[in-house]
């Protein structure tokens, strides 16, 4: 009884930082076209910058793992979150371009500490469970999307800067890592010793390096909405702020609603089938937003690609876990290390295609990479018998 109690306590403590985090990113999101015009940003401008969130996130990746094995996903989740609310404020405060590059980098590297760190924890439930868990998860982040671009949007209405936005973001951010200091402690995430810990190493196949480059296309994909969904729709759709906040509003609510009937699916009809669909329904969406950009039409179109992308992350995520389960931060690690190029390229990319062919034909680079998934999975490469095992030696 103690065991299940204690399971509990902690899958919904985990639920509550998933959520809290996508509330954050929610908000971020949809104030990207305030700081932008503020600061007098270009399209490859503002891509160029935003690519330095991610490449904190990348340079702080594979030490997040390490502390999270070493410390104790518990630990991490609260240090990330205590750094991730430290950072926010400072995103609206930078007085030139260079400064609000350097602070993207610390937000990086800041929000890699939780991303990995409460990836791991999911990882650890799901385990101990017997059970898909991560869509879940994965659900409660996106509807942590939803709420902060909602907050976003009642706010404008009376006004508020970006500044105030991200302070309300941070706080709740703080508030929250200290709330679920105590449940969190109730599992015990490291299945191994120390000593083994030490020795585990991870021999790459081909099949996870696969799983690693869909996962490049994925998030490639996910931060073309993340950073560019509301400018879409001040830009190419000609919306105020606080419409263009349901464009990544409409998105996050889809991906958790798609995320929410996941998990049967993927028992249903498996891993690969739900990729390849996925990826179909990311295309057609993406196709929509381009074809009809106006905001009904648009908006209809980011959600369509928030379904298409629900449980792919999800699943490469298990994929790379399920790689490595005496030390599943790791396997998180490398594939994440891998997959967040997708974050990385994706800003300077589309900003730089922007300021060549506009915004709206931008968009067929992201329904690209949906198309290049369903293309992969439809060949069934990646069967998790063939994935890489952790050596110990």
Known sequence: MSLIHDLKSSRYATTLIFFVNGLVLGIWATNIPAIS?????????????????????????FMAGSVANKLGSRTSIVLGGVLLSISLPLLVMSPS????????????????????????????????????????????FSFGGMAGAGIVSVLDAYALSALSNLVIAAVLMLATSLLCARPLQHLRPMEATAAERKKVVIKPSVTLMIIAMLTVMSLFTENSMINWSAKYLTDVASTSTGIAAFAFGGFSFAMAIGRLIGNPLIKRYGRDC???????????????????????????????????????????YSKAAQACPQAPSLGLALNGTIGYLGFLICPPIIGATSDQVGLQYSMLLPLGAMLVVSLVAWKGQLDMRTLAKPVVG
Do not use: R
């Not at 990729?275 to 329904?281: E, H, I, P, T, W």
């Not at 106006?294 to 209809?300: F, K, Q, R």
């Open 37 to 61: 015009k503020a600061l007098n940003l270009t399209d490859g401008q503002l891509g160029a910058a935003l690519s330095m969130f991610a490449l904190g996130t990348i340079l702080m990746i």
């Open 97 to 140: 371009y260079e400064v609000f590059f350097v602070i993207l980098l610390f937000f990086g590297i800041c929000n890699s500490v939780i991303d990995i760190s409460m990836n791991t924890h999911a990882s650890i439930i799901e385990q101990k469970l017997g059970k898909p868990m991560m869509s879940w998860f994965h659900a409660a």
């Open 274 to 316: 739900m990729l390849v669909s996925s990826g179909l329904m990311g295309v057609a969406g993406f196709a929509l937003a381009i074809a009809a950009p106006s905001p009904i039409t648009s908006i209809a179109g980011f959600m369509l690609v928030g379904l298409g992308l629900a449980n792919m992350t999800p699943i490469l």
